[in-house]
């Protein structure tokens, strides 16, 4: 077995490729994909419950069934990307610098055990406020779910902040040994002084660590406010307040594990075109301006609230329109130059990234759209949000995520991949995939509201359309299925092989 995820720009701290170091640490991240590919049908498939639940097919779920189904797959979508991106970008940041095995497994237990958690809580308890929480719906003694629903709920939520703040401040202070914090965001490249060799994927990780850390502070000053009022130490909690933390976090949480697989897109797509993708100027300040935007573009989920303050929503939506052009510009622009002419090698790999830049790029422009403040007065509350989220989400950092993750399946199981399969597979994923969303978007377009759990009467045309969403889910589901078993076996031979 091949040994060797970690490449040629090695740090001083990195440990040597057959080291017992570097085994442990690729045998981590082999248990991270497993887990990936063990919870990837599972969410699926309760998402495809979700539309079955809507097209009417089978008398399956009744409300409160489905809104903790929708609940437990909102949450368990973000988390599972957000941590399979984490992973997945700690085994190919060991190229350059050295992370602490004990951290990541910190972050793996951690993980399951909130996982194992929410899962009671929803599937069990049947808690399902949504992703958001819905305060103060939770809250006794006027709370719709039984008491130790909401404790284990919350404490699931407590469990996994705790451990992802302690695996992103790893990987900042894993940075911080190599780099300087100005070099590590590219400052050199911009202000033209001399400096280290930065690569990208270093300068957009550390874009990502510190936006996260702002959003996983807003979780915990959340989830004391939760936890001052269950104590009754204090009454009530300014609702506003509430669900401006929660959407902050959730805000940033869900953007930087885009970040995440685009860094991947960065530090893997050359290799399949021969070509060099190195830092320089306009890709550090674009990074730069995209930290400063994104935490602000988060104004854009205030736009419903009449009481937030109307400079609020203006910031909102100009920094919306403009954190689209440092991405636009130096990464989609980029992948295309990157391929351009160039003789690419279309395999899982390639053809997953490229395709996620695709999904992004696509997802984005309908995500603008509706940050249109006069748009969005219209599509708020319509099947265009998971339209576009599911569209730069699945159809985009999925697809990237998965792309890396082969990858490394790939390296470390030596085991070479059937490329007309690959195209096969990439094929079903993208052609039920961009079916599914389809669906999402003439939805919202024809006015279906989002999150019902049955359409009748005025919205009965949703139902047709969550019928025709099932069929491409099922082509979607087919590749899905058929990558979990090609990454799977090489991920049990690379462990077998030690
Ligand atoms: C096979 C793939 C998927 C299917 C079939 C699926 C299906 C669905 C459906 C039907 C809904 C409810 C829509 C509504 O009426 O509002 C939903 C909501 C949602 N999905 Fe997915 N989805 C999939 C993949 C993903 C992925 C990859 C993510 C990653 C983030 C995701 C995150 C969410 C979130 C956050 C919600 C909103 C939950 C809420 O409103 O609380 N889904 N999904």
Known sequence: MSTTVSASSMSPDSPSPGSSSARAANRLTIFWVLVMLALMPILAILGMTLRVGQSNLLPLLDAERFYSIMTLHGLGMVGLWFVAGMAALCALLRRYIELRNWVNWIAFLGTLVGVVMLIIA???????????????????????????????????????????????????????????????LGWHYITGKDGPEVPPIITITTISMIANLIGLVSAVVMLALYLLELLGVTDVSDALLMKNLVF??????????????????????????????????????????????????????????????RWLHVIGQITSYASAIPAAVMSIFGTLAIVYRASTRWTMT??????????????????????????????HNTLWVPGHFHTYFLMGVVLMILGGAFYLSERLSGVPE??????LIASLICVGGYGFVLMFYVGGANSVPRRFAQYTDTTAHGSTLALIAVLFIAVLLAGLLMYVWETGKRCAIALRAG
């Not at 395709?355 to 599509?379: H, K």
């Not at 059937?418 to 195209?423: Q, Y």
């Open 418 to 423: 059937n490329v007309k399969r690959s195209r």
């Open 122 to 184: 929803t599937l069990i308890g049947k808690y399902g406020p949504g992703w958001y929480f819905l305060y103060p719906l939770s809250i006794t003694p006027s709370g719709v779910w039984q008491d130790w629903v909401t404790y284990t709920f919350l404490s699931a939520i407590a469990v996994l902040g705790v451990a992802w703040t302690v695996w992103c401040v790893e990987v900042m202070w894993g940075i911080a040994r190599r780099y300087t914090l100005p070099s590590a």
């Open 350 to 379: 390639s053809l997953l990234l490229y395709c996620g830049v695709l999904g992004w790029a696509i997802g984005g422009i309908g995500a603008v759209i509706d940050s249109t403040i006069a748009v969005n007065t219209q599509f």
């Open 248 to 309: 902050l976090f959730g805000h940033i949480l869900v953007n930087i594990t885009l970040y995440l697989g685009v860094a991947m897109v960065y530090e893997l797509l050359p290799e399949f075109t021969g070509r060099t993708w190195k830092n320089n100027r306009l890709i550090s300040l674009a990074w730069n301006v995209v930290l400063a935007l994104v935490v602000f573009a988060f104004f854009h989920h205030l736009y419903m609230d009449f009481v937030q303050l």
